[in-house]
């Protein structure tokens, strides 16, 4: 597992302590800008008028209303945004327990866990007849195959134990080939992985694993 150096300058929670842009001050001071121009605008308007057909108090009153329901809308907009940041940085503090741990993401990989077992997953979105587990090289050729039988829709993991003859460090890989009666149905491959660490980048939360480098929230389906 990688050892991750808060000190380092490829610090992935240096993000955190960085200001991200478009912080709510800056929005604030663009909103403060905005409604002054548009008051002058009002003003001037108002200096200009025509005498004989002056500008009544529903115009003034209904373009007044305008300048505070932008300001107020832009007033939550940076209020949203500074919310958000935060809730990133508290994802990213409370992810930071997940560092050497293992978390399940789409992929076909074969992995093997602390009691030497190699295993793999998929998800169905609907029943299947049948289920077979096809290990594959580094070349992707078939070298070995686990029937499992009828599987329920949802996520379900499998173990590998080779067959006579057959060597385990050849097994990189995995497809899966499910049916439902003749038909072939859409499988989603599962694969395990360890957490090096985690880094917040702007407004989106990502961890850096030990096979798949950098990989959204997100695609995480499942923690161990």
């Known amino acids: 597992m990688t050892t991750v150096n808060s000190a380092s300058a490829n610090n992935p929670f240096a993000a ?9 001050a800056a929005s604030g001071t663009a909103a403060v800008g905005g409604a002054d121009r548009f008051l002058k605008l009002l ?41 958000n940041q935060q809730f990133v940085q508290m994802q990213a503090l409370q992810g930071a327990t997940l560092v050497g741990h293992d978390v399940i993401l789409p992929g076909n990989r074969l992995s093997t866990n602390n009691a030497g077992v ?14 077979q587990v096809q290990v594959l090289n580094a070349g992707g050729q078939v070298i070995d195959t686990v029937d499992l039988g009828a599987q329920s ?11 006579a003859g057959v060597d385990p460090t050849l097994g ?13 149905l859409p499988v989603t491959l599962l694969m395990r ?12 939360l990502s961890l850096e694993l030990e096979h798949s480098g950098s990989v959204p929230f997100s695609q995480i389906t499942a923690f161990n």
């Open 16 to 24: 955190l302590n960085a200001p991200a842009a478009g912080t709510p």
């Open 43 to 83: 003003v001037a308007q108002m200096q200009n008028q025509d005498p004989l057909n002056p500008m009544d108090n529903a115009q003034v009153t209904s373009q007044l209303a305008q300048i505070s329901t932008v300001d107020g809308i832009t007033q939550l907009n940076s209020t949203v945004q500074g919310l």
């Open 118 to 131: 190699i295993q793999g997953g998929f998800a169905l979105t609907t029943a299947a007849d049948s289920a």
């Open 153 to 163: 829709s949802g996520q379900h993991s499998f173990n590998w134990t080779p067959t």
């Open 172 to 184: 990189q890989t995995f497809r899966v080939v499910a049916k439902s009666g003749a038909s072939a």
């Open 193 to 204: 992985d360890r957490v090096d660490a985690v880094a917040a980048n702007g407004s989106s």
